[in-house]
């Protein structure tokens, strides 16, 4: 006796938000990211998704802003000294990389960085420059110095871990998120030694000039829109 096929599931079709779509993709990471397998994962057709994203490049980088604005940098309070706030921020960095493979070119490339993305990282810079009494083109210099830096050792020399779902379910993905005052050990562990004192040093050369620092040319129209002008 054959079996007759099940009726097709009744109801409303899957909604689709960009929520959505950057949940399934950072659950899938971005190096393994394809239209086909957001969709499968929304319960969608990839045509279905096309409505929403113009295709892979659009959907990376809608993945990669929704990592990025959902991470937690420490906060720039004056309660730690400033050495040891860039350290548990160069951390912070190394966490977020190693969470989501294949970010680098979004922290790095000016031409990737989505608006909103500098948007959070000009306040944040903005608030660096208001706690600890400096001027927003320091800060700024300060900032991006480290950040730079760290990106790029991160994204060559840490390990894969797994995707971004095996270790959200395991429980590491949010252990990676370092918090403000925190030793920075946890986001540094994967990173050698050499390359940890070189980021130290780095650090302590970057505070010994900053008096040195009185404008800031990278972007340009992202300063004087800071700055006022």
Known sequence: MSLSPSPPARGRPATITRDRIADAGIAIGLNDLTVVGVAA???VSHMGLYKHVRGLADLRSLVAEAAF???EFPRPGPEVPLASWLWDFATSIWGLVEAHPGIAPWLLRGDMITREMTEKIVAHQQELAGTRGLSFA???WLMLTIAFHCVAVADTVLPARGSPAERLQSGRLQSDRLQPGSSGAEGAEGIDPEHRDGIR???TGALAILGEI???????EVTDQAEGR
């Open 41 to 43: 994962r929304l319960g």
């Open 201 to 203: 040093a780095l650090i």
């Open 214 to 220: 009185t404008s800031v040319s990278y972007p340009s």
């Open 69 to 71: 604005l959902r991470w």
């Open 138 to 140: 320091q800060a700024r």
